[in-house]
């Protein structure tokens, strides 16, 4: 099955501000940009549309035609707790150093850890697996979009924030119907 994953557009956040599960509006760019990702999918053909029930996402998959596309919680970018809208340099827990240490397992700000984002993600996938889908369109974040190239077996968890997702980039990924992945 393939698997296209569209991040979401630029948003209305101050650079350097954690904003992950937090439900953010779309830059004053959104339609230019909402343009061309419509363009680079324009003749695709989706056997089904999911989308991460944030409004950058929900948005973006609606200017590109999907008024049908579906809502998964388990799309959502890693929910950073209590250091949401925090600029990162303004964060004062002892936590965050060990955090930067092993973003893996630390959960953020009590928040969730990457793993909890990696296991939900591959709970999604391996579900998707079981539908007899051979394309499908995930409008994203670049949290996601990193889990599912993991679960692809295209990237290394601990390299996972070596590779740069931009606003409004498309990822294209194989899913084999092999059996569940475990994390």
Same mark, same amino acid.
């Given at each position: 099955?393939?698997?296209?994953?569209?991040?979401? @557009?630029? $948003?209305?956040?101050?650079?350097?501000?954690?904003?992950?599960?937090?439900?953010?509006? @779309?830059?004053? @760019?959104?339609?230019?940009? %909402?343009?061309?990702?419509?363009?680079?999918?324009?003749?695709?053909?989706?056997?089904?549309?999911?989308?991460?029930?944030?409004?950058?996402?929900?948005?973006? &998959?609606?200017?590109?035609?999907? =008024?049908?596309?579906?809502? /998964? &919680?388990?799309?959502?970018?890693?929910?950073?707790?209590? #250091?949401?809208?925090?600029? #990162?340099? %303004?964060?004062?827990?002892?936590?965050?150093?060990? #955090?930067?240490? /092993? #973003?893996?397992?630390?959960? %953020?700000? /009590?928040? !969730?850890?990457?793993? /909890? =984002?990696?296991?939900?993600?591959?709970?999604?996938?391996?579900?998707?697996?079981?539908? *007899?889908?051979?394309?499908?369109?995930?409008?994203?974040?670049?949290?996601? $979009?990193?889990?599912?190239?993991?679960?692809?077996?295209?990237? &290394?968890? !601990?390299?996972?924030?070596? $590779?740069?997702?931009?606003?409004?980039?498309?990822?294209?990924?194989?899913?084999?119907?092999?059996?569940? *992945? *475990?994390?």
């Amino acid at each position: 099955m393939k698997i296209t994953l569209i991040r979401h @557009t630029s $948003v209305a956040v101050e650079p350097g501000v954690v904003y992950g599960f937090t439900d953010v509006d @779309t830059a004053p @760019t959104f339609p230019e940009e %909402a343009a061309r990702v419509a363009q680079s999918i324009e003749g695709e053909i989706f056997d089904a549309v999911y989308h991460s029930p944030l409004a950058r996402c929900r948005k973006l &998959a609606m200017a590109c035609g999907f =008024q049908n596309s579906v809502p /998964d &919680a388990r799309l959502k970018e890693m929910n950073f707790g209590r #250091w949401e809208m925090q600029r #990162w340099e %303004a964060i004062e827990d002892p936590v965050l150093e060990q #955090w930067y240490h /092993d #973003w893996v397992n630390i959960p %953020a700000g /009590d928040g !969730e850890s990457f793993r /909890d =984002q990696l296991h939900r993600v591959a709970q999604f996938l391996d579900e998707l697996k079981k539908q *007899s889908f051979r394309h499908v369109c995930l409008f994203v974040h670049g949290g996601v $979009v990193r889990c599912a190239l993991i679960y692809a077996g295209q990237l &290394a968890v !601990e390299n996972a924030f070596s $590779v740069d997702i931009p606003y409004g980039s498309r990822t294209d990924i194989e899913l084999k119907a092999e059996k569940d *992945s *475990s994390f």
